[in-house]
């Protein structure tokens, strides 16, 4: 576990933001390679700085007010501080989530079906960004109790919150976790499914893993009815996931037919 790998220049790089990149571009390829038939190819290009600049809004805001408001309640001035670290991939969703919505009505793209391409793309890349978050102990479990479990080594916020004590591997659990929802995804993929499909199923998988692992969870403060930001977030994506689901099983809609190739792309007037 190496939370920084190097010096340059005399700045220290952190395995955390070169494993984030890592994740951003592997993501990237998957939906490039999913689009790369359809009319959507040429926009993945563009909106990727869309999503980027509603991904860090995003977690940062679900950072600071849902997860640590107690704290920056009592130093406002660290708010906008994001370069001393602080962030969610709750509020990632949400924000890359909004962004989308946005960049669909821009363009007049069909947001639902968009999102079914993109949902394989974003659960891979949250499956490399946990080990991001693996590698700089910021999201930790709570003791186990016991001789089993992960311990952080110190300079990490996991050892200065428990010290030596072996703590759940929530994170590990969730990187897998992750890469399992990626696979069930990709092979939807494939499926002839109603649109809006894969994105449903997307917010209820995701929703319900880390709803779950945050009972192991030993970063977080709890709210009401002792639950975490991130469980009654997860239970947002989940509430919202099952409504699309319904919705879409009621309307049964059709994905359009993507029958344009790459040099035939037109861009909107």
């Given at each position: 576990?190496?939370?920084?790998?190097?010096?340059?220049f005399?700045?220290t790089?952190?395995?955390?933001?070169?494993i984030?990149?890592?994740a951003?571009f592997?993501?990237f390829?998957v939906?490039?390679t999913?689009?790369?038939k359809?009319i959507?190819?040429?926009?993945?290009?563009k909106?990727?700085?869309?999503a980027?600049?509603?991904?860090i809004?995003g977690?940062?805001?679900w950072?600071v007010?849902?997860?640590?408001?107690?704290?920056?309640?009592?130093?406002?001035?660290?708010i906008?501080?994001i370069?001393?670290?602080?962030?969610?991939?709750?509020?990632a969703?949400?924000?890359g989530?909004?962004?989308?919505?946005?960049y669909c009505?821009k363009h007049r793209?069909?947001?639902?079906?968009?999102?079914?391409?993109l949902?394989?793309?974003?659960?891979l890349?949250m499956?490399?960004?946990r080990i991001?978050?693996?590698f700089?102990?910021d999201?930790?479990?709570?003791?186990?109790?016991?001789?089993?479990g992960?311990?952080?080594?110190?300079?990490t916020i996991?050892?200065?919150?428990y010290g030596?004590q072996?703590?759940?591997?929530?994170?590990?659990w969730?990187i897998?976790?992750?890469f399992?929802v990626?696979?069930?995804l990709l092979?939807?993929?494939?499926?002839?499914?109603?649109?809006?499909?894969?994105?449903?199923?997307?917010l209820?998988?995701?929703?319900?893993?880390r709803?779950s692992?945050e009972?192991f969870r030993g970063d977080s403060d709890?709210?009401?009815?002792?639950?975490?930001?991130?469980?009654?977030t997860?239970?947002?994506?989940?509430?919202?996931?099952?409504?699309?689901?319904i919705f879409v099983s009621?309307?049964?809609?059709?994905?359009?037919e993507h029958?344009a190739?790459?040099g035939?792309?037109?861009?909107e007037k």
């Amino acid at each position: 576990m190496y939370k920084n790998l190097f010096n340059i220049f005399g700045y220290t790089i952190q395995s955390h933001a070169v494993i984030s990149v890592i994740a951003i571009f592997l993501g990237f390829g998957v939906a490039l390679t999913l689009t790369r038939k359809t009319i959507y190819y040429d926009h993945i290009y563009k909106f990727i700085y869309w999503a980027v600049i509603g991904a860090i809004i995003g977690a940062r805001v679900w950072h600071v007010f849902v997860f640590q408001w107690p704290y920056y309640m009592q130093h406002p001035g660290q708010i906008i501080a994001i370069w001393q670290g602080g962030i969610s991939v709750l509020g990632a969703i949400v924000g890359g989530a909004v962004a989308l919505i946005i960049y669909c009505f821009k363009h007049r793209l069909d947001f639902l079906d968009l999102a079914d391409y993109l949902s394989p793309a974003m659960m891979l890349g949250m499956g490399i960004g946990r080990i991001a978050c693996f590698f700089a102990g910021d999201a930790f479990g709570k003791p186990t109790g016991s001789e089993f479990g992960i311990t952080y080594p110190k300079g990490t916020i996991a050892y200065n919150t428990y010290g030596d004590q072996p703590l759940w591997p929530a994170i590990s659990w969730e990187i897998q976790a992750d890469f399992v929802v990626f696979a069930i995804l990709l092979y939807l993929f494939g499926k002839k499914l109603p649109k809006g499909t894969l994105f449903f199923v997307y917010l209820i998988l995701y929703g319900a893993v880390r709803f779950s692992l945050e009972f192991f969870r030993g970063d977080s403060d709890r709210f009401a009815l002792h639950l975490t930001g991130g469980q009654w977030t997860s239970l947002g994506f989940i509430i919202i996931g099952l409504v699309l689901g319904i919705f879409v099983s009621v309307k049964r809609l059709k994905k359009p037919e993507h029958k344009a190739l790459i040099g035939d792309f037109q861009t909107e007037k």
